[in-house]
């Protein structure tokens, strides 16, 4: 049984508490303990789990008192929960039912019963959520929306490619761009709306529609300056009612292949990672940009690279550099520089495959999107 199943267990009797986590564990589920419902609402904000079990009597704070708690939370209100009690009461039945309890389990019902109650209603679960994911994606896919680009553009003199993970295969708030103005002059975008899954997923569109339309109406108008830009692009966020209290970063990189040059404007988005083959050394590249639509001055600069054969940039969303550890989610951008080193002088298609982008694919921490851009021959 994988032990990806979080079960968090909530009883004020500690030694039901501790017998009915150590069953649990021994089948194979991890379990987050609490012995009162305020302690439970503690570990909750630390660790989501994929179902809870209550007991009734509880003081201070009772089953059906936490129940509601998380009926009327947004983050919580959604995680499968069941009644595990000691005695059989019609009218407290009814009432856990009329609270979206999913079932009861009485706390003398033996492991084996406990477990396969667990895990078919889990499967049920899980069966309805890919479901859903397939037909919202055939949505999708029927309405030609993508986040994410099916190809990347043709740059002489440069080399572009891209990985793009989303959070538990949903389409999320990461979303990337090229845009090519002609033969000389391409734009690369990478933004993160804030939050996961389909509402962020849906708000990138916004976000996209506004920079695509800004990079056409400054080129036309002669205007070459991602820092221009990109507060253009703010400015329409800023007083845009639908989408300026949903916050998002945004890289905007302008790639003229005909002065080999690379100018970078940035809006509360993560340092460029920059190698210098020359001198083989890599460095950060900040922007003091602040997130779009916060401000109706955002700040911005505009930083401008001279490229030369063999030097690259790897633009990233903060999945690249979020890790879950004993103690919770951390960020260290360290770490992905640490991990890209060894591959700086070869294919970005080898990087593809280390071991680094395979356990980002198996902690399902957020979306992950990276971007990479190499000089190459001129």
Partial sequence: MPVSKKILLVDDNRLVLEMMGRALNKEGFYCMKAISATEAMTMLNQERPDIILSDYHM?????????????????????????????????????????DAVDYILKDTPVPVVVSKINNFLSTVREQHERTLRELSKAAVSLNLSSVPKRVPIIKGFEIDFWHKPFQNYPGGDFIDFIRIDDRYTFVVLGDVMGKKWGAWYFSFGFLSYIRAAV?????????????????????????????DVLSSLSLLMIDSQESVVKYSGAGDLPILYYNRDINHTEQVTSSGMLLGLMADGDFDEIVLKLTEGDRLYILTDGMIDFEGDDGKRTDYNTFT?????????????????????????????????????????
């Fill in 338 to 378: 640490t991990a890209v080193k060894p591959y700086l002088n070869l294919p970005f298609a080898a990087f593809k495959q280390s071991e680094f982008l395979a356990e980002k694919i198996a902690a399902h921490i957020d979306d992950c999107s990276l971007i990479y851009v190499q000089k190459t021959n001129p």
């Fill in 59 to 99: 003081p201070d704070i009772d089953g059906f008192q936490f129940r509601q708690q998380l009926i009327d939370s947004i983050t919580f209100k959604d995680i499968p929960f069941m009644f595990l009690t000691s005695e059989v009461d019609n009218d407290l039945m009814l009432k856990g039912i009329n609270l």
């Fill in 216 to 244: 056409r109406i400054c080129i036309s108008e002669g205007n070459f300056s991602t820092k221009n830009i990109l507060q253009k692009i703010n400015s329409v966020v800023y007083h845009d009612p639908v989408v300026s």
